[in-house]
């Protein structure tokens, strides 16, 4: 469940990021995929690092951990997005 929470953060996150920073956009279909990307590694890689807790990483759905997953999620999407806009933008010069 904490994946999927991921997952669905994480495209929001990666729409969220495009609208806001609309040079890096990549699209409705490609932010959507790049924060899908991004938000399952965000909640994987914080899960790792020990903020497991916090990042829903000690399987519990209290509130918390739910909000950990977003939070991460949606950070994880917005961040990749922006790096794989900005590599998209290079490589376009």
Not at 11 to 16: E, F, R
């Amino acid at each position: 469940m904490e994946l999927i929470i991921s997952l669905i953060s994480g495209a929001i996150g990666g729409n969220a990021a495009g609208g806001i920073m609309k040079n890096l956009s990549l699209g409705t279909l490609g932010n959507t995929v790049a924060g899908i990307v991004g938000g399952g590694l965000g909640g994987q890689i914080l899960g790792m690092m020990g903020a497991g807790a916090m990042a829903g990483g000690g399987g519990g759905m209290d509130i918390g951990s739910i909000v950990g997953q977003v939070a991460s999620g949606g950070v994880g999407g917005g961040v990749l997005l922006a790096v794989v806009g900005m590599i998209k933008k290079m490589m376009a010069k």
